[in-house]
DNA sequence: GAGTGGTCTAGACCACGGA
DNA sequence: CCGTGGTCTAGACCACTCA
């Protein structure tokens, strides 16, 4: 069980604090001579780290000391913007793609709408501090939002719902689960296939329970911490 | 990426439905020469499978295949046997220790009390089918519940507290995060050292918002689905 | 006691990132 | 273009599970 041992070994220099988040760890080669061992066995160890959220992988790029997790209250209607900056962070949005198109099943089952409907369905990365960290698919009926597209899109869609169309969001039921990155939102996250995943489902809907619009988030795991609070009335 | 076409076939073979939930995969040795391929092959294939929660490991006893994960919403108080039954599902739980103790730094911080104060801690395992699928630690202080260890720790805490000592639980703060399990929770699940894991962290409170209980509960991150319904009043 | 999974070695080739 | 990480091979030994 060495892989533990050197995983000890570089969890310590992590926590000695001469690590700091976001900084490139030495080549795998340099750090398997260090420790006296293999790639593999070393990689072992970095995998380790990998799911304690301790360190985060690039695709061919490298090994990195992973930041602390964003707190996510999904009570609080808080956008991204003023999530990241209330706790210091830079967030930032990029629009990969955003297009008017038939439903498929996966927006079928989210939205509740009839074959053939039509949808807005827009894919955005979100970053911390230039990293990407998570990947949204919004899935939203055209019904309610007629030229939604010439929208700002890399601004709050919920404020777009609020100040351009008198939408309001009244609640929004919430799946997680634990997965992992896969095809193209493994690229877009500049992740490897399998990286370790928080999925998010969430679904909005307005005061008369009427869904507004779905969407799917996939986490790298060690970008987030869920945190809320729960009473009985 | 051999391994990805690998992962493909045998994912294909679950959703075929001629594997059922919780049996056993063909030895890797076994796998690795159908798929024409090496075990660490074979094995990466298999880690991604687990990653997508589709298979489970246990500890030098195999590959499995994933029962549906079961579905949890923190917003509701039932039990971990309602929910369970409720969902069809076996469910049962298991003490693997109790006692008395002062307090430790975990708890400190979890339920804000002093050095020295005496809690009760209790460690126990959830199963469902027989599987172990979740590691549960409660940090209790003493105060308010005298002779704790006497009662039947095999069932809900939360029912002793109302039944015996007439404590109500008013709230909850809720905390979740991917890691995964390591040491003694890997061993008491049965799972090997950096398994995937949902590290949920709970905090109760009364009507007047003092802390009743905490606890930390790892789940296999395949077991468990958390599902929700947030609303502005 | 046979066979299993867990761990490890010592290489190799390739495609990609970054200079 | 060099070095990197991603992928893969073909073995090995051990401790453990299970029949």
């Given at each position: 069980m060495q892989y533990i041992k050197i995983k000890e070994l570089i969890a310590e220099q992590i926590d000695s604090g001469m690590l700091t988040p976001q900084q490139k760890l030495p080549s795998e080669r340099q750090l398997a001579e260090s420790f006296n061992t293999t790639r593999v066995t070393l990689r072992e160890a970095l995998s380790l780290l990998e799911s304690e959220g301790r360190v985060y992988r690039e695709d061919r790029r490298g090994w990195f000391i992973s930041p602390l997790p964003l707190r996510y209250d999904p009570a609080c209607s808080a956008s991204f913007f003023e999530l990241s900056s209330s706790q210091n962070r830079n967030g930032s949005i990029e629009v990969i793609s955003a297009e008017n198109k038939l439903i498929n099943k996966t927006a079928v089952e989210l939205l509740s709408l009839k074959p053939f409907s039509e949808i807005y369905q827009i894919e955005r990365v979100r970053c911390l501090e230039g990293r990407p960290v998570s990947y949204v698919t919004h899935y939203i009926p055209t019904k309610s939002f007629s030229?939604?597209?010439?929208?700002?899109?890399?601004?709050?869609l919920k404020s777009i719902y609020r100040e351009q169309y008198g939408v309001l969001c009244h609640g929004t039921h919430f799946k997680l689960s634990s997965g992992s990155l896969l095809g193209m939102v493994a690229s877009a996250l500049r992740a490897t296939e399998g990286t370790p995943a928080l999925a998010i489902e969430r679904r909005n809907v307005d005061s008369n329970g009427e869904i507004i619009d779905a969407s799917i988030e996939f986490w790298r795991h060690d970008a987030i911490s869920v945190e809320s609070f729960f009473s009985k009335n």
């Open positions: 030229n939604l597209l010439d929208a700002d899109l890399t601004s709050s």
